[in-house]
């Protein structure tokens, strides 16, 4: 059964929402409706959709627009601060799921939301702010930090293998085998169910992996043998190229 939880917008186009979580924290499946960005500050957060599932890792966030059934689940010491919004507040919100940039303008923004009063007067300092948080949310950046979920059953059970084990091989050659299927074969029909080739789905699943590990406080060493790359530099190849800094600086500037 999944809960069905309202926000009255009859004075403000938004509610500001802070709450911190303890390591292994979740919340069951649920529903909003209203758009919702949840922002984390620290740690990361898992959310569980019908289309897939997302990984938010520190100073980044996840926009889910409104009806979106999902299910959340905490690495670390999360502290989140949520914006619940109208979805009438602007007709080109984004309508799908997303991992989003949070930029520091719109970190800053969220911070002061807090302070904003919930009945303003046109053209008041509120309302400009209001207005530009809805603007910055509208060109937030996407990442690619989203595991999609194939359609048929056999890719289903294989990506659960994968998610299981991240540091296997995971070869296309040996998946084909698994599935009863060609090699040729498997990458056209996982290309066409989840938009992603399937070496790009099994390297971003042992990237969301390494987030979820590296947030508990496991060594960038140990997470880099465990999902199978031969040394320490190699993961942090991976990582630098993908996020743009190495391992311990990502998280070391995520807690600032």
């Keep these: ?30 529903q909003h409706d209203c758009a919702q960005l949840l922002h984390s500050l620290s740690g990361v957060v898992r959310v569980d959709t019908a289309a897939g599932c997302w990984v938010v890792p520190p100073g980044r966030g996840v926009w889910l627009p409104a009806g979106t059934q999902h299910a959340i689940r905490i690495t670390g010491s999360v502290a989140a601060r949520t914006l619940f919004i109208d979805p009438l507040a602007r007709a080109d919100l984004p309508a799908s799921c997303q991992i989003v940039q ?8 969220i911070v002061a939301a807090f302070d904003l009063t919930q009945e303003y007067a046109p053209g008041s300092r509120d309302e400009r702010i209001y207005e ?3 603007d910055e949310i509208r ?3 996407v990442l690619p930090f989203h595991l999609p979920e194939p359609q048929s059953a056999a890719f289903r059970q294989l990506c659960e293998q994968i998610r299981a084990e991240p540091g296997l091989s995971w070869s296309s050659a040996q998946s084909a085998s698994l599935t009863n299927m060609s ?4 990458n056209r029909h996982f290309q066409q169910q989840t938009g992603l080739s399937y070496g790009e789905w099994v390297r ?12 508990q406080g496991q060594s960038v060493l140990r997470v880099a043998l465990d999902l199978g790359y031969g040394s320490h530099s190699a993961f942090t190849a991976m990582f630098r190229r993908v996020m743009g800094v ?10 600032l």
């Design 204 to 215: 971003r699943a042992r990237l969301l992996a390494a987030l979820l590990r590296l947030a």
């Design 132 to 134: 530009l948080i809805l």
């Design 246 to 255: 190495s391992p311990s600086d990502y998280f070391r500037e995520s807690s």
């Design 1 to 30: 059964m999944t809960t069905t939880l309202t926000f009255s917008f009859t004075h403000r186009p938004l509610h500001p929402f802070a709450h911190d979580y303890q390591h292994g924290d979740s919340e069951p499946w649920h």
């Design 102 to 109: 949070i930029t520091p303008l719109l970190r800053e923004l």
């Design 183 to 186: 090699e040729r074969t498997l």
């Design 139 to 141: 060109a937030m950046p």
